[in-house]
């Protein structure tokens, strides 16, 4: 039912993109190796790279994701890992499973199916929609790894059907950077259940970067004390047909390093400029810092600066971090700053390699005027603005935290990874999705907006899940119910989502 508009829209994007379709035959000709980096969307794939970092088994910032695969090479010292925990070999062995794949070229696919999209979306992967499936190549090699993924999103009755190259790209690698380019999904941020900045939330937009494969610290004595750091750079385009402001470049520089032992640090700004009747000037909307009232730019701005901190007491890991949003302004004074805060626990359960991980986090995109004035909220201002009307959104979701602006999220989450690699969890969310006095504004039909829900809900959710590793696949199960909707739905429900991910 889905082959027809598959393939038109197939030969529409071969046609439109000789260059990409070009650069990735000939990537296919060099030797193969390792993937270029571990991906978003894999719950325990994370904890146990963070169970790594704390032991000092991964040395540079965790907090930017992908992760290129330089950051993993003392796993492959065997004398490294060999005075460790059982718990903490496993993990290893896990990461390196994942970045190891079959040489040569190999197929790929993935299916979620949900009965409904999830309306609380954290790290781990999730559909988008009621079918969300992609099928592929992969190729890893010395210098170049490409995916092609083709796929498509629908309802269960085939309806809203979307064409997707999501999770499609080439990177090749020259000296300690890696260049890349395609439909990536990136997560900005120490938070489990959110990102303020930017997460997975809406789908990936088309986009070129470059990022250290390797985190080695300075060499010269005035920057050595940096530590260990990792740059991300990127330029993406947010198509026509994806926004009201059609062709939005959007561009953004993230910068974390580990000044001390268990301390990271990021700064992070991302930039939209042109698209629409916005003027366009990618220079200015670079350079222009300031963005207040009085003194007003032609781009969008935001930034985050994060600090997370991490300490090993052997038979358990204890992570505080905290993540700040400052959506279009001055950096110091009307900052219009969001809030994440979170506490992350995990160590072993026996002796035979189990782990456990509890995290409990809050996040609030209320904007106070300035940094902790709680008493001067702003309604609307994050996520929103008046020259570009979609504001930090994508194809209809916000780019940042998943219950876009003037919400609150508290989220409890628990998981146990076995042995085998075998895991499963359980998490409460209690949700404040907009507020009475966003929702006047947004009645009026002003540009500030919740785009989840017109009107003011509280949502409490629990989610039960597991994820079974078998061979080359992943299988994926979860359960979810959820007290209320947002508005104009109403009432309770139960909502199921299973999905498998192949790659031989």
Known sequence: MFSSPLIRAIRRYLRRSPPMLGLTLSLLAGTASAS??????DRAL??????????HLIDGPVTTWPIPVGFFARLRDSAALGEQPEYVRLAADRVLARLDGQAGLRPAAEIRVASEPNLIRDFGAAARDEVD???GLDYDGDAFAVNLRVGALTGLDGDRYRFALDGSYASTLIG???LYGGWIDKWYGPGHASSLILSNNARPFPKIGITRNSPEAFA????????????DFYVGLLEEDARLEGNTGVGSLRFAFVPADGLEIAITRVVQFCGGGNNCNPLEAAFAINNTDSDRNNSNDQATIEFKYVKDFNKVMFSPYVQFLNDDTGPFTHSYTSYLGGLHWTGPWGSNGTQWSLTAEYTDSRATLDWFS?????PGFAYNNDEYIDGFRYRGRTMGFSLDSDSVLFSLAGAITDSAGRQYRLAYYNAQISTTELAAIQAEGG?????????P???????GGISLPWNRLLFDLSVRWQDQQPFPDRGAKLNIEAGVQIRF
Request: net charge positive; hydrophobic share 45%; aromatic share 12%.
């Open 220 to 231: 010269t004595k005035w920057l050595s004390w940096l530590g260990t750091w990792q740059l």
């Open 374 to 378: 709680f008493g001067k909220r702003l």
């Open 133 to 135: 499936v992609r099928a």
């Open 46 to 55: 994370r904890n146990d790279i963070e169970i790594l970092a704390a032991r």
């Open 176 to 178: 300690n950077w890696q």
């Open 447 to 455: 540009f500030r907006r919740n785009v989840v829900s017109a009107r």
């Open 457 to 463: 809900v509280q949502v409490d959710q629990v989610e």
């Open 36 to 41: 270029p980096w571990a991906e978003v969307g």
